[in-house]
């Protein structure tokens, strides 16, 4: 079992940024793709960004690019978000995600393993 932990959520204000962290623990015997994604209320969980096992290899959301990064420390077994230049439509619950049968990240069903997440709000 992986057990993930989300931070770094909090309240900004448009234009301002956040880093988010997610936390992996528990036994892993390869290392795994690590994803995160945002779900604003009355709305689908959707894609944000991905970053491949070895951390060389990214994909972003249209609406994201530019302005965010996802970025990973292995030997630490964390990810990170850096959210920069953020907008009010960024209001969400930002979620990580892992699991070991990820292909290109983009979808829910891909990842086994889901952080409680934490919540980013940017007022405008």
């Known amino acids: 079992q992986v057990q993930l932990v989300e931070s770094g959520g909090g309240l900004v204000q448009a234009g301002g940024s956040l880093r988010l962290s997610c936390v992996a623990s528990?036994?892993?015997?390869?290392?795994?793709?690590m994803g995160w994604f945002r779900q604003a209320p009355g709305k689908e969980r959707e894609f944000v960004a991905v970053s491949g096992w070895s951390g060389g290899s990214t994909y972003y959301a249209d609406s994201v690019k530019g302005r965010f990064t996802i970025s990973r420390d292995n030997a630490k077994n964390t990810v990170y978000l850096q959210m920069n230049s953020l907008k009010p439509e960024d209001t969400a619950v930002y979620y990580c995600?892992?699991?070991?049968?990820?292909?290109?990240?983009?979808?829910?069903?891909?990842?086994?393993?889901w952080g409680q997440g934490t919540q980013v709000t940017v007022s405008s």
């Open positions: 528990g036994r892993t015997f390869s290392n795994y793709a």
């Open positions: 995600a892992t699991g070991p049968r990820i292909r290109m990240g983009l979808m829910r069903n891909e990842y086994d393993y």
